[in-house]
């Protein structure tokens, strides 16, 4: 079965061309240690890690809709109304899931597939994400500015510009102190091949739960300074990381734990 489509060009359907949004802001990078390129497009946003792309859409129906039919349609476009290629992620090549209760993250099963997504949005202008099974458009990004972002994520993900991006880890040996009566020493590590959604290992005084990370934890709304991932605990424990010049904190319940290793 074919997934991947690069041709010289094609007219676009009406019901596609009705969709065009401006990007509300450019593209956007994100350095060590959780390398991420993202847009944001009216109330949408698109991120791009080192092994996967998570996409906040308009509404959480959409979200659910693209996770109920397990697929995803990218259509990469040179202008408004010439479509460039297209990539059909569905159960055969992607594992297609909600995380952080709204965005779709998309993790490819082959390298191949997602070098091919990442050179498409680099070299085109416009990124529509349609419904797999017809010409609903879910969001449209400009895709101006996106080679630089892309470059640099490839960069900081260890690959280069021809390869393919290899996940994210976390620093080791961080351990962050702090807390009111009870005195906690928390420290994290981000799971280079996880088996499933917990991707993420949560150390607290000695005792370890399973963590999924969150990068867009604050969807669509601006990030605080500083702010690099949560890690949403398997007991809905919640951990936000945060990293700012040379300045490492975590915030946990009402307390903030500093680096002190």
Request: hydrophobic share 40%; charged share 25%; proline share 4%.
């Amino acid at each position: 079965m074919l997934f991947r489509r690069e041709f010289a060009g094609s007219a676009l359907t009406a019901a596609l061309l009705s969709v065009w949004i401006p990007a509300f802001a450019g593209w956007g990078f994100n350095g060590a240690p959780f390398p991420n390129a993202f847009i944001q497009s009216g109330d949408m946003t698109l991120e791009l890690a080192c092994d996967r792309m998570r996409f906040a859409p308009a509404g959480y129906e959409d979200a659910r809709d693209i996770e109920r039919k397990q697929g995803l349609s990218m259509r990469f476009q040179k202008d408004e109304a010439i479509e460039a290629g297209a990539f059909q992620a569905g159960r055969d090549n992607a594992d297609i899931r909600i995380v952080d209760n709204f965005p779709v993250e998309i993790v490819f099963h082959e390298k191949a597939d997602y070098d091919f997504v990442l050179d498409q949005i680099d070299k085109n202008a416009v990124l529509n994400l349609a419904m797999i099974d017809g010409d609903i458009s879910y969001g449209i990004f400009d895709l101006e500015g996106s080679g630089a972002a892309i470059a640099s994520l490839r960069a900081a993900c260890g690959r280069g510009a021809a390869g393919t991006p290899a996940p994210a880890e976390a620093p080791e040996g961080v351990i962050y102190c702090g807390g009111g009566e009870i005195k906690r020493q928390i420290e994290f590590r981000i799971l280079e091949k996880p088996a499933d959604k917990w991707d993420a290992r949560v150390t607290i005084n000695g005792q370890t739960i399973r963590a999924m990370t969150a990068y867009s934890y604050f969807g669509n709304s601006e990030s605080p300074p500083g702010f690099v991932v949560a890690l949403l605990g398997e007991d809905r424990s919640e951990f936000l990381v945060f990293k700012d010049g040379n300045e490492d904190w975590l915030e946990f319940g009402d307390y903030s734990y500093r680096k002190c290793n």
